[in-house]
């Protein structure tokens, strides 16, 4: 194939504009174009196929698929990703100009560098905006405030060749994981992401050294992550505390929050240690506070619970070494606690932990806060995916674990979810022949709640969905809020 000579103009241009390049390496860089996209040469015809303010990442997904029309590169989506990662390298700064743009930046205001970073990795598709831009979002009134809806259908579905190829695929060892700095700059494979446009800002936490970036498929507003250059396990402990805060110093714009470090309670990445960061507000940071108390010992530092449907201590202070004691005095406690009353217990029989926390950090009208929600992974006879984890009857909505987003009470849902939802309304609205599978009872549950028409079904299905992540998020609640729960929680209270 041959790449048209207007389109190459315009990409070069933005290749000057943004990346490393100047107006020599023109040839240079239409010469990266041709051998990353395998073509053969470029037109003599100046006319674009494309608008003439076409951005790089436009140009790119058109080239893309000429090249996959003129066989030129193989039609699968693991190769669209690397061969866009390469050509989209070309319009971003090398690692150290970017930290040290982002560094200098960072001397203007915090915000200016993370602005900095951010627009860079909009514009060369690491983060997929126009993805991102497929979700469903919505909010549900609560009694414990709004929460969130989100049915993700941001994550293209890999093809059945891919997933084939990828089972064939030798096993490597280069980058250990998805969350390794080796990352950056790498090229991909059938298992391993494209991250030839990726990259990593330094930092230090607490004199070690960590990596910011931004997260693809966002699930909120500068969505981030902040991992430790070394591959070493998710580790809750005061360390944590102290690198949340020492974050939230130096980007006070943004919340942070670790995952829990045990299975079943948090994340899906336990095998490197890493945090949550971003500008969003969630709707835990505005649930109401509601027995405050005091801990002996850390007089700067005001504790209280909050009327929220999982188990949650809010610390505050100005003295940020304090609240550091304070979080570390609660989660060691939290940690070796029992309670037979309400299923509660630290430890198994054989000795394994069953505690861990959440931890969330934020910096609100000049006082350092601390959320610690309070994890258990027990299972039993009873409920053997976890005691304190979405039970059978809401996982026809999510039986995922209860990481930290939704802790927050953001409800990440799959995008299966959307086909599902459909279904269930045409259900709703009296269309027979359908076969609703896990999510019949609920329905019919509806069908004799509700009075239900064209004008309300979608209301009525999109808060009965919140309502199942509100019972979710009530499932992993270690004490319910119920009469007998609150006392059982004041009696660990009282501990502190
Ligand atoms: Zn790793």
């Known amino acids: 194939m041959l790449l048209n000579q207007q389109l190459v103009q315009q990409f070069v241009a933005q290749a000057i504009s943004f990346g490393d390049y100047e107006q020599e390496d023109s040839i240079y860089i239409q010469n990266q174009l041709l051998r990353i996209l395998n073509a053969r040469g470029v037109t003599e015809a100046l006319k674009s196929p494309l608008a003439k303010d076409a951005t790089a990442n436009e140009i790119t997904q058109y080239w893309i698929n000429e090249a996959i029309n003129e066989n030129c590169i193989e039609d699968g989506l693991y190769v669209r990703e690397i061969v866009e990662a390469q050509l989209l390298d070309l319009i971003t700064p090398r690692p150290s100009v970017i930290n040290r743009k982002f560094r200098e930046a960072y001397e203007q205001s915090p915000e200016m560098a993370t602005n900095y970073f951010y627009e860079i990795a909009k514009r060369n598709h690491y983060v997929k905006e126009d993805a991102i831009a497929n979700n469903i979002n919505y909010e549900v009134d609560t009694e414990y405030g709004d929460i969130e809806i989100t049915i993700n259908l941001s994550k293209p579905e890999k093809d059945a060749k891919q997933i084939a190829k990828a089972k064939a695929a030798p096993a490597t060892e280069y980058p250990k994981c998805a969350l390794c700095i080796e990352n950056e700059g790498f090229q991909g494979s059938v298992t391993q992401a494209a991250r030839a446009n990726h990259r990593v800002i330094r930092l230090n936490l607490d004199g070690q050294p960590w990596g910011f970036q931004y997260s693809p498929y966002a699930y909120f507003l500068e969505h981030s992550i902040v991992f430790s250059e070394q591959h070493v396990p998710m580790e809750v402990n005061k360390q944590t505390f102290v690198n949340l805060i020492d974050f939230i110093k130096k980007f006070p714009h943004y919340f942070i929050g670790s995952n829990a470090d045990i299975p079943l309670v948090g994340g ?20 109401t506070e509601i027995e405050k108390f005091n801990i002996t010992d850390f007089p700067s530092v005001e504790a209280s619970t909050l009327n929220w449907p999982m188990s949650v201590i809010r610390l505050k202070s100005k003295n940020s070494s304090e609240l550091i004691q304070a979080a570390t005095h609660v989660m060691t406690q939290w940690n070796q606690y029992s309670d037979n009353s309400v299923d509660i217990k630290a430890y198994s029989k054989e000795g ?28 039993s006879m009873e409920f053997p995916d976890g005691i304190f984890h979405p039970h059978k009857d809401v996982q026809h909505i999510k039986k995922e674990n209860i990481g930290l987003i939704e802790v927050m009470g953001t409800a990440i849902l799959p995008g299966r979810l959307k086909e599902e939802l459909q279904q269930v309304k045409s259900y709703l609205l009296g269309a027979v022949h359908i076969n609703l599978g896990v999510h019949k009872q609920w329905a ?34 270690v004490f319910k809020n119920t009469k007998f729960g609150r006392a059982a929680f004041k009696r660990f209270i009282d501990i502190l």
């Open 352 to 379: 394994e932990r069953h505690h861990t926390i959440t931890p969330i950090a934020r910096y609100r009208d000049e006082l350092y806060e601390l959320d610690i929600v309070l994890r258990d992974n027990q299972t």
């Open 444 to 477: 019919d549950d509806m069908k004799q709640t509700y009075d239900i028409d064209t004008d309300n079904v979608n209301k009525i299905v999109d808060n009965e969905v919140g309502y199942k992540f509100k019972r979710v998020l009530e499932d992993a609640g």
């Open 268 to 287: 899906s990445i336990l095998s490197h240690n890493h945090y949550q960061t971003g500008r969003h507000v969630f709707p835990m940071d505005n649930a």
